[in-house]
């Protein structure tokens, strides 16, 4: 793949700056049969073969955990090699390993400079070879793009003139090359502005009307030297200005300098979270919405799931939610786009990850990702906070829900697309996770004490708290019990002997039901055990028991007995009540609330707590003019003021968990574990009047799975189901007993 071809730099720091390295090669005068390129950085790179670009992909070679492993992409360039003289010529920016990540300005985490190694391999018709590989005769030189960064954004001056560097030095990077794992990232939509104004301070604003990932694209024809400043935001404040205080350092900021003919500029090595774009200067007055175009990035996933329905804010809901899966599946699954983070966040990539693998098919993209988490856990079995790790100071948590993703990521994709090695792959990542928790702490069979994150952004501990007031030793010791199960499920699914994590199953669930729970409910209250960080810690100094995410988990993760479970549904829904039918939940409980509800005799409440327009609520945003998922439930409040700057995204994807109920409950579309990816499907709707109609889809290896139901004259219900061909379903109609269906195309 890259033979003979060996790490080159810059004899010169490049700073900030993206150099290009260079190679004039000779084609020999013989019939050349195929021509290959492959290429990695250290920093993120675009390869060009005389003057035009290689390939369509984005910020290549990707995020992976760059210390273990670095991807490789290999490209077919046979038609843009000629005879005679060719150029290779390959730029490199700083990218997710050399620039600014995981908060501010703390950047160099992986290394303080870019490297390239790169091979390009003629063959020819004769049964030759050669190859031009990256070494030290290769040249660097200058480029126009003067600086580059993930965070801060990228500065392009055309008028800069190219100047050489010298020759590239040798450079030594410890870390493994692989073929290309994960998807390729690459430019999707081009969106046209929907509106260019002024605002009240006069700032000249561009709408795009869409809250996205990716960049925008300028085409201008100025006066040499004339500038543009570009800034990124997703919401204007309250009297319409432009906003983004909530990026924190990350500046977002393109800077282009014309070179007096038409340019067309858009950056070649970062990307923005936005909707809305401010010329902070400009050449002229005004700007032609003509002559800009959002383009959307991310992760070229095929789509898969497809739903619309009768009521407009749940279409609206769908369509942010699938904003808000575009928009951090690039490449790595991400808590956020836009401020200086934009990390692969585990606790959001879980929670969210049932509802991605119906919309998209995202078997490949988590393939490279679990690796990373794999190769990123502990001897000990923890998984942190993040994967790619890229915070150097603060949070090194190893938190219940987010180290989870160990587990529920692999058996959730296992359910979606069936890929036994996959899984199989999985298991020593899932078994190290168990037995983290199994060792951790002072009781063997429950999780208590630790540094959690909680339940996240929970509304029920005072407006100002970060974390709810769930006791996080319950939450803990309740996702100890569900990931053990969901092992012992992989384990059995691959054939294997799952005794011991059996036993262990439950002695975890009985512990727990000893520890937190008496006469069937969840005891009111339990110590603070968990480290809490300064500025960050409870407003309480007691963590409750006796909660809506606390019911949730209990209901849902089976941690109670049959007999028990009428009470507790009636409590949760008492609690749901009180509070104004709306929800209190934060990052733990919210995924699991509508299942927990409907699963306990109370769909009615789940379909109450969907429709809710107040705050808390999913259609709160929506009626706000939301076009991807909050982080916050408020995140704009009532009275158009912000709930903070500090923590505050307008695209945080992980309150669309809720899809997988919609999907999976309300149209009723739900795969077998015994016979995953489809190949039996259960089909249970539950038609509400409150939707009008619901129409849902997804695309299988097998074909289309879709459930349309309707209403008819005097509240009948119509269902039109078609189930593909190598499939079975077991149909259950609500009041109805369970049918078997064949494939084929059925009408009720
Ligand atoms: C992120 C979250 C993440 C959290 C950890 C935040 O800064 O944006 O989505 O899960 O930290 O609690």
Not at 214 to 230: N, T
Not at 314 to 341: A, F, M, V
Request: proline share 4%; with cysteine; net charge negative.
């Amino acid at each position: 793949m890259l033979k003979n071809a060996c790490w080159i730099t810059s004899p010169r720091d490049a700073g900030e700056a993206a150099y290009r390295y260079r190679k004039t090669f000779t084609v020999a005068g013989k019939p050349l049969k195929k021509a290959t390129l492959s290429a990695s950085s250290v920093g993120v790179y675009v390869a060009e073969l005389n003057g035009a670009r290689v390939g369509d992909a984005v910020l290549a070679p990707g995020w992976t955990s760059y210390k273990h492993r670095i991807q490789v992409q290999t490209y077919d360039v046979t038609d843009m090699i000629r005879a005679g003289k060719n150029q290779l010529s390959i730029g490199v920016g700083q990218g997710w390993a050399v620039g600014c990540i995981g908060y501010g300005r703390d950047n160099h985490y992986t290394a303080d400079h870019v490297s390239l190694i790169a091979a390009l391999t003629l063959t020819y018709t004769d049964g030759t070879a050669e190859t031009v590989a990256t070494g030290e005769d290769w040249e660097v030189e200058t480029s126009p793009i003067l600086s580059t960064d993930i965070y801060m954004g990228e500065t392009v001056d055309l008028t800069a003139p190219v100047k050489t560097v010298g020759h590239a030095v040798k450079d030594s990077v410890k870390t493994r090359l692989i073929p290309q794992v994960g998807e390729w990232i690459r430019e999707q939509e081009r969106i046209a502005p929907i509106a260019v104004f002024r605002t009240p301070k006069n700032e000249l604003v561009v709408d795009f009307g869409q809250n996205m990932t990716g960049y925008v694209e300028l085409k201008i024809h100025a006066p040499r030297g004339a500038r543009i400043v570009m800034h990124h935001g997703e919401v204007l404040d309250r009297d319409g200005n432009f906003y983004n205080a909530n990026y924190r350092s990350s500046k977002s900021e393109n800077v282009y300098i014309c070179s007096g003919d038409d340019d067309v500029f858009k950056p070649t090595y970062t990307f923005q979270g936005f909707r809305y774009i401010h010329l902070v200067e400009f050449p002229y007055d005004t700007v032609d919405p003509a002559s800009l175009r959002a383009i959307a990035v991310h992760s070229d996933m095929k789509r898969t799931g497809h739903f619309v329905c009768g009521n407009e804010k749940i279409n609206q809901l769908y369509h942010n939610i699938i904003w808000g899966q575009k928009s951090n599946y690039l490449d790595i699954p991400t808590d956020c786009p836009q401020r200086d983070e934009r990390l692969g966040w585990t606790g959001d990539t879980q929670v969210f990850c049932r509802t991605g693998a119906i919309n998209y098919n995202t078997a490949k993209f988590f393939r490279k990702w679990m690796g990373d988490v794999a190769l990123e856990q502990t001897p000990e079995g923890a998984v942190k906070g993040v994967v790619p790790a890229a915070l150097k100071r603060g949070d090194t948590r190893i938190s219940a829900a987010w180290g989870d993703v160990a587990c529920v990521v692999p058996w959730e994709i296992y359910l979606a697309f069936g890929d036994k090695a996959d899984l199989r792959r999985c298991i020593p990542t899932m078994k190290k996770w168990v037995e983290y928790m199994h060792h951790t702490g002072p009781a063997e069979f429950l999780w208590l004490g630790g540094m959690h994150y909680g339940d996240w952004l929970a509304m029920d501990a005072g407006e100002d708290s970060y974390v709810g007031a769930t006791s996080n030793d319950l939450i803990a010791s309740a996702f100890f019990a569900y990931s053990t199960s969901l092992l012992v499920k992989a384990g059995e699914a691959l054939g294997m002997d799952m005794t011991e994590y059996r036993t262990l199953y439950r002695n975890v669930r009985q512990a727990f039901r000893d520890y937190f729970m008496e006469n069937g409910m969840p005891k009111a209250e339990f110590p603070l055990t968990e480290v809490t960080r300064p500025g960050h810690a409870p407003v309480d100094t007691v963590r409750r028991g006796v909660t809506q995410t606390a019911l949730t988990l209990i209901l849902h993760f089976d941690l109670c007995e049959e007999n028990e479970r009428p009470a507790l549904a009636a409590k949760l829904v008492e609690l749901i009540r009180e509070n104004g039918n709306r929800m209190t939940t934060g990052f733990v409980g919210t995924p699991y609330l509508l299942h927990a509800l409907s699963e306990n005799g109370y769909t009615d409440v789940a379909y109450t707590l969907l429709m809710q327009e107040q705050n808390p609520s999913w259609l709160y945003s929506v009626c706000h003019g939301a076009t991807t998922m909050w982080e916050h439930w408020n995140s704009l409040k009532e009275d158009g003021s912000f709930w903070s700057t500090d923590m505050n995204s307008f695209n945080h994807y992980a309150y669309g968990a809720v899809f997988d109920w919609i999907f999976g409950v309300a149209c009723g579309i739900k795969t077998d574990p015994d016979a995953p990816a489809y190949r039996h499907i259960n089909i249970a709707p539950h038609p509400d009047r409150c939707l009008g109609f619901a129409d849902a889809s997804i695309d299988t290896a097998y074909g289309t799975v879709r459930v349309h139901w309707y209403y008819k004259e005097n509240d009948r219900v119509a269902y039109e189901i078609d189930i593909p061909n190598g499939t079975t379903a077991t149909l259950t109609l609500p009041g109805a007993a369970p049918v078997e269906l064949q494939a084929g195309s059925y009408l009720w």
